[in-house]
């Protein structure tokens, strides 16, 4: 019973947000401050192996006229095996465990326009891309020098920096606004999600607008 009044609390405030923000004085885009929650999914590619994993995650987004600062953290859930080189295997090859995902970007975006209603936006940034756990499948090794070897190269390749592309749109109605986004990280080959090279995320959330990004000075 408990569970289904939570469930039915929070049903309510999906349903009576939208009047509540309308209640209210409309912040303008212009110099806003956006906070918003999201949720999607990545790709996830090993060279041995390719999924599609669930995101959630949180932006902030400032903005001016024409461009802003967009700054986001994710949050990336799977389990996937993946692989390094280890001269101490037959395969040549020692597998990896994968679990989980995390990363951390900001960007420069700009808002070329509106299409149909929609704002359009567009970025470049930096990403911080992070693999949660990373672990020998096969923690049996003919040398202690080749477990030391191949913990460093798994440990090298569990994060990577790269840059960070973002196109979306977004939908406003008073305070509140509706946004989906891509973003690719070409994040290299050394990295133990590049299968092809690059991370893909598709996402879609609810950002509110909480007032000026500028403070006014009193007269």
């Known amino acids: 019973m408990r569970t289904i009044r939570r469930l039915s609390a929070g049903l309510a405030f999906l349903v009576l947000l939208p009047a509540v923000a309308s209640a209210q004085t409309a912040h303008p885009f212009t110099n806003a401050w956006y906070w918003g929650a999201k949720g999607g999914a990545m790709t996830v590619r090993t060279g041995l192996e390719s999924q599609i994993a669930p995101v959630v995650g949180v932006d902030w987004m400032i903005t001016r006229t024409r461009a802003g600062l967009y700054l986001s953290l994710e949050q990336g859930y799977f389990n996937a095996v993946g692989s390094v080189s280890d001269t101490s295997s037959a395969s040549g090859l020692r597998e990896v465990d994968l679990k989980n995902f995390r990363r ?56 990577r920096t790269s840059a960070v592309f973002i196109g979306g749109v977004q939908r406003e109605w008073d305070n509140l606004a509706l946004f989906g986004q891509a973003t690719m990280m070409p994040t290299g080959s050394r990295f133990l999600l590049s299968g092809d090279d690059n991370l893909y995320m598709l996402e879609a959330g609810l950002r509110v607008n909480i007032g000026s990004a500028i403070e006014k000075l009193d007269r």
């Open 104 to 159: 951390a970007s900001a960007a420069l975006v700009a808002y070329p326009g509106t299409v149909a209603g929609l704002r359009t936006y567009a970025g470049i940034g930096v990403a911080l891309n992070i693999i949660q756990r990373a672990r020998p499948v096969d923690g049996v090794f003919t040398s202690p020098g080749g477990a030391s070897e191949a913990m460093h190269r798994i440990e090298d390749r569990r994060s």
